[in-house]
């Protein structure tokens, strides 16, 4: 089990992070792309990186905007592990653009 963040420490990393928002229940980003094409990309990339990592976000797709949301299900709120895959998620982000 991973220790859960308090809310000082998921406020403090998010400031860290680009566009995120949220608590200790979960942190969440969208961002909005170029095309559908685009946004199944980034898609697809975070997917292989969530495969990797044996972790993975929620993921809400509308035409050109993508949500993510990360929360470590298991142990109820946000984790260290969910901060790792934010990171990840906004260099597959910067990338795209």
């Known amino acids: 089990m991973a220790d859960l963040l308090t809310a000082d420490a998921v406020r403090e990393e998010l400031s860290g992070l680009t566009d995120w928002s949220g608590d200790p229940t979960g942190i969440g980003r969208t961002v909005q792309l170029g095309s559908f094409?685009?946004?199944i990309a980034v898609v697809n990339r975070?997917?292989?990186v969530a495969?990797?990592?044996?972790?993975?976000?929620?993921?809400?797709?509308r035409w050109r905007t993508l949500t993510f949301r990360c929360v470590t299900y298991s142990d109820g709120g946000v984790t260290h592990r969910d901060i790792a895959l934010a990171r990840r998620i906004d260099e597959i982000i910067r990338s795209a653009a």
Not at 51 to 61: K, L, R, T, Y
């Open 46 to 48: 975070v997917a292989t």
């Open 37 to 39: 094409p685009d946004v």
């Open 51 to 61: 495969e990797e990592i044996d972790h993975h976000p929620d993921i809400d797709i």
